[in-house]
Protein backbone atom coordinates (compact mmCIF):
# COMPACT_ATOMS: atom_id res chain seq x y z
CA UNK A 1 0.00 0.00 0.00
CA UNK A 2 1.33 3.44 -1.24
CA UNK A 3 1.57 6.32 0.95
CA UNK A 4 2.41 9.62 0.54
CA UNK A 5 2.79 12.24 3.27
CA UNK A 6 2.96 16.45 2.78
CA UNK A 7 5.13 18.39 5.01
CA UNK A 8 6.43 21.93 4.90
CA UNK A 9 3.48 24.33 4.05
CA UNK A 10 2.66 27.64 6.28
CA UNK A 11 2.70 31.26 6.44
CA UNK A 12 4.99 33.50 4.26
CA UNK A 13 5.47 36.91 2.41
CA UNK A 14 4.99 37.30 -0.63
CA UNK A 15 8.75 37.10 -2.16
CA UNK A 16 8.91 34.72 -0.18
CA UNK A 17 9.93 31.00 -0.32
CA UNK A 18 8.91 27.49 1.12
CA UNK A 19 10.06 24.04 0.58
CA UNK A 20 7.53 21.07 0.47
CA UNK A 21 8.13 17.73 1.27
CA UNK A 22 6.41 14.55 -0.06
CA UNK A 23 7.32 11.07 1.39
CA UNK A 24 6.18 8.47 0.15
CA UNK A 25 6.30 4.55 1.19
CA UNK A 26 4.92 1.22 0.21
CA UNK A 27 7.19 1.89 -3.14
CA UNK A 28 9.64 3.53 -3.61
CA UNK A 29 10.44 6.75 -6.58
CA UNK A 30 11.63 4.55 -9.35
CA UNK A 31 8.33 3.09 -9.22
CA UNK A 32 6.46 6.15 -8.86
CA UNK A 33 5.89 9.28 -10.56
CA UNK A 34 4.77 12.02 -7.93
CA UNK A 35 3.33 15.28 -9.28
CA UNK A 36 2.17 18.36 -6.97
CA UNK A 37 -1.10 19.49 -7.50
CA UNK A 38 -3.08 22.50 -5.84
CA UNK A 39 -6.71 23.87 -4.98
CA UNK A 40 -7.44 26.87 -3.35
CA UNK A 41 -11.16 27.73 -2.61
CA UNK A 42 -13.86 28.14 -5.37
CA UNK A 43 -11.09 26.69 -8.49
CA UNK A 44 -10.51 23.62 -9.83
CA UNK A 45 -6.98 21.20 -8.76
CA UNK A 46 -4.48 22.80 -10.58
CA UNK A 47 -1.02 20.97 -11.64
CA UNK A 48 2.23 22.26 -10.25
CA UNK A 49 5.09 20.23 -11.28
CA UNK A 50 5.94 16.69 -11.78
CA UNK A 51 8.72 14.28 -10.97
CA UNK A 52 8.61 11.20 -13.45
CA UNK A 53 8.77 7.95 -12.15
CA UNK A 54 12.66 6.93 -12.10
CA UNK A 55 14.55 9.23 -13.78
CA UNK A 56 15.23 13.07 -13.84
CA UNK A 57 12.60 14.02 -15.87
CA UNK A 58 10.79 16.84 -15.03
CA UNK A 59 7.48 18.97 -15.62
CA UNK A 60 6.30 22.38 -14.94
CA UNK A 61 3.30 24.41 -15.24
CA UNK A 62 3.46 27.60 -16.66
CA UNK A 63 2.57 29.72 -13.87
CA UNK A 64 5.40 28.30 -11.59
CA UNK A 65 7.78 27.50 -14.78
CA UNK A 66 11.00 29.78 -13.45
CA UNK A 67 9.86 29.69 -9.24
CA UNK A 68 9.31 26.13 -8.27
CA UNK A 69 11.52 23.51 -8.29
CA UNK A 70 10.55 19.52 -8.10
CA UNK A 71 13.64 17.24 -6.98
CA UNK A 72 13.80 13.87 -5.10
CA UNK A 73 16.07 12.01 -2.58
CA UNK A 74 16.00 8.77 -3.56
CA UNK A 75 17.51 7.69 -0.56
CA UNK A 76 14.50 9.16 1.37
CA UNK A 77 12.14 8.60 -0.71
CA UNK A 78 11.11 11.80 -0.84
CA UNK A 79 9.86 14.69 -3.41
CA UNK A 80 10.74 18.53 -2.74
CA UNK A 81 8.60 21.32 -4.50
CA UNK A 82 11.10 24.46 -3.55
CA UNK A 83 9.21 27.45 -3.89
CA UNK A 84 10.43 30.77 -4.48
CA UNK A 85 9.07 34.42 -5.22
CA UNK A 86 5.83 33.30 -4.04
CA UNK A 87 3.21 35.09 -5.35
CA UNK A 88 -0.44 35.55 -3.23
CA UNK A 89 -1.63 33.52 -6.28
CA UNK A 90 0.46 30.62 -4.78
CA UNK A 91 -2.08 30.50 -2.03
CA UNK A 92 -3.94 26.92 -2.04
CA UNK A 93 -3.61 23.47 -0.45
CA UNK A 94 -0.88 21.49 -1.80
CA UNK A 95 -1.35 18.25 -2.81
CA UNK A 96 1.23 15.67 -3.95
CA UNK A 97 -0.02 12.74 -6.06
CA UNK A 98 1.86 9.35 -6.63
CA UNK A 99 0.96 6.93 -9.54
CA UNK A 100 3.12 3.75 -11.04
CA UNK A 101 1.31 3.35 -13.99
CA UNK A 102 0.68 6.97 -15.74
CA UNK A 103 1.50 8.11 -19.33
CA UNK A 104 3.28 11.50 -19.90
CA UNK A 105 0.26 12.69 -21.83
CA UNK A 106 -1.60 12.21 -18.48
CA UNK A 107 0.97 13.46 -15.98
CA UNK A 108 -1.51 16.70 -15.74
CA UNK A 109 -4.83 15.32 -15.26
CA UNK A 110 -5.69 14.64 -11.30
CA UNK A 111 -7.65 11.82 -11.84
CA UNK A 112 -4.98 10.20 -13.14
CA UNK A 113 -3.45 9.30 -9.91
CA UNK A 114 -3.92 6.31 -7.55
CA UNK A 115 -2.62 7.98 -4.56
CA UNK A 116 -2.82 11.28 -2.70
CA UNK A 117 -1.50 13.08 0.34
CA UNK A 118 -3.97 14.59 2.85
CA UNK A 119 -1.99 18.55 1.48
CA UNK A 120 -0.38 20.75 3.01
CA UNK A 121 -1.80 24.14 3.54
CA UNK A 122 0.48 27.04 1.82
CA UNK A 123 -0.64 31.00 2.15
CA UNK A 124 1.27 33.98 0.75
CA UNK A 125 0.25 37.45 2.21
CA UNK A 126 0.51 40.87 0.16
Known amino acids: QVQLSESGGGLVQAGGSLRLSCAASGRTLRDLTITWFRQSPGKEREFVAA????????YYADSVKGRFTISKDNVKNTVYLQMNRLKPDDTAVYSC???????????????????WGPGTQVTVSS
Open 51 to 58: MWRGGQNT
Open 97 to 115: AGDSRLILSSVRGHRNYDY
